[in-house]
């Protein structure tokens, strides 16, 4: 698929069409299985300013936490119990975590749960990811966002798109699994902008992508622009799995905080085959907000979408307009 067809599909063409097609590669390609990865926020602070989020540096209205190595460990251990084979560490991008504490803590969770790790823990200096990958870390997700540069200064003052890519070619080349990630509907993001979004996830031969629509939230520069439009999400989704057929996409938490009831519902049926539900203590969940009102997908709401995916059961009436 080329830009101009990508761009068709991104306006033009049926949802229901696309989403079909995306659903059916997905059968061919993944199976039928839903795959499930714990995720553990352990620190919310950042030393970044990234003008969409709420962990910004700036945001004065943050009550920060970091959770301990050994909360850390225990939370992963509870996973591994729970029969979730994953376990995601993320956080802010917090240098109070040195390159060692998460390398002692990765050898800590592989010790005794055997379980894939996931981080998630934002741009660090390369031997960072090297110490990491050999103290037993798989896969290392980072979203470049946009793939419009000048977008993505915008998105990360003093930052550089090709600093990204270049962290995300060098993961791969250490052997992790790598993820990339689009956001959806930013302020001054156009189709062109998304058609190359797609082709990029392509061309870093990405493990794994994140695809969440925008959402403002308070305290951050963008607060007042309006959420990304849940129909173009969907779309993304279904011209990555097109584009990429072996790709693990996660039904993101942005998509079930734009709609609770049928956001990850919907991005199974357009080509996902991932949840990530959400292991941190009840104490400090509310404090990790990107966004406004995100949601909190427990293992047991995860469970329940996949039933509903399994089961074929329709998304409410009120999406029948975006399936025509
Ligand atoms: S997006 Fe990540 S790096 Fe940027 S401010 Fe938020 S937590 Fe920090």
């Given at each position: 698929m080329n830009r101009t067809e990508i761009l068709h599909h991104l306006t033009a063409s049926s949802l229901v069409d696309l989403a079909a097609r995306a659903d059916l590669v997905r059968m061919q390609c993944k199976g039928d299985e839903v795959h499930l990865r714990g995720i553990i926020e352990?620190?919310?602070?950042?030393?970044?300013?990234?003008?969409?989020c709420g962990l910004r540096r700036a945001n004065r209205n943050v009550e920060r936490y970091r959770l301990t190595p050994d909360e850390v460990v225990e939370l992963a251990v509870g996973i591994a119990a729970a029969g979730v084979a994953t376990v995601v560490l993320q956080s802010g991008d917090d240098f109070a975590y040195t390159a060692r504490d998460i390398a002692c803590i990765i050898m800590r969770i592989?010790?005794?749960?055997?379980a894939a790790i996931t981080l998630s823990v934002g741009e660090r200096p390369f031997s960072h990811y090297e110490m990491w990958r050999k103290a037993g870390a798989d896969r290392y997700l980072m979203k470049h966002e946009t793939a419009n540069p000048e977008l993505y200064t915008i998105l990360h003052p003093g930052k550089r798109l090709e600093e990204r890519l270049d962290a995300l070619r060098f993961l791969k080349g250490l052997g992790y699994e790598t993820g990339n990630g689009v956001i959806v509907g930013l302020p001054g993001q156009t189709l062109e902008d998304l058609a190359d979004d797609v082709l990029l996830t392509r061309e870093l031969c990405a493990d794994m992508c994140g695809i969440g629509p925008f959402i403002p939230q308070a305290g951050t520069p963008w607060r007042d622009f309006p959420a990304g439009r849940l129909e173009t999400t969907l779309r993304v989704f279904a011209l990555?799995?097109?584009?990429?057929?072996?790709?693990?996409?996660?039904?993101?938490?942005?998509?079930?905080?734009?709609?609770p009831q049928d956001g990850q519902l919907l991005a199974l049926m357009a080509g996902a085959n991932v949840i990530m539900p959400n292991f941190t203590p009840e104490r400090t969940r509310g404090m990790y907000k990107i966004y406004d009102n995100k949601a909190d997908v427990s293992l047991e709401q995860a469970l329940a979408v996949i039933s509903r995916a399994r089961r074929r059961v329709a998304p409410s009436a009120r999406h029948a307009v975006l399936f025509q």
């Amino acid at each position: 698929m080329n830009r101009t067809e990508i761009l068709h599909h991104l306006t033009a063409s049926s949802l229901v069409d696309l989403a079909a097609r995306a659903d059916l590669v997905r059968m061919q390609c993944k199976g039928d299985e839903v795959h499930l990865r714990g995720i553990i926020e352990f620190s919310n602070h950042c030393i970044r300013d990234c003008t969409y989020c709420g962990l910004r540096r700036a945001n004065r209205n943050v009550e920060r936490y970091r959770l301990t190595p050994d909360e850390v460990v225990e939370l992963a251990v509870g996973i591994a119990a729970a029969g979730v084979a994953t376990v995601v560490l993320q956080s802010g991008d917090d240098f109070a975590y040195t390159a060692r504490d998460i390398a002692c803590i990765i050898m800590r969770i592989k010790e005794r749960t055997g379980a894939a790790i996931t981080l998630s823990v934002g741009e660090r200096p390369f031997s960072h990811y090297e110490m990491w990958r050999k103290a037993g870390a798989d896969r290392y997700l980072m979203k470049h966002e946009t793939a419009n540069p000048e977008l993505y200064t915008i998105l990360h003052p003093g930052k550089r798109l090709e600093e990204r890519l270049d962290a995300l070619r060098f993961l791969k080349g250490l052997g992790y699994e790598t993820g990339n990630g689009v956001i959806v509907g930013l302020p001054g993001q156009t189709l062109e902008d998304l058609a190359d979004d797609v082709l990029l996830t392509r061309e870093l031969c990405a493990d794994m992508c994140g695809i969440g629509p925008f959402i403002p939230q308070a305290g951050t520069p963008w607060r007042d622009f309006p959420a990304g439009r849940l129909e173009t999400t969907l779309r993304v989704f279904a011209l990555i799995r097109l584009i990429c057929p072996e790709i693990n996409l996660p039904a993101t938490t942005a998509l079930a905080t734009l709609d609770p009831q049928d956001g990850q519902l919907l991005a199974l049926m357009a080509g996902a085959n991932v949840i990530m539900p959400n292991f941190t203590p009840e104490r400090t969940r509310g404090m990790y907000k990107i966004y406004d009102n995100k949601a909190d997908v427990s293992l047991e709401q995860a469970l329940a979408v996949i039933s509903r995916a399994r089961r074929r059961v329709a998304p409410s009436a009120r999406h029948a307009v975006l399936f025509q």
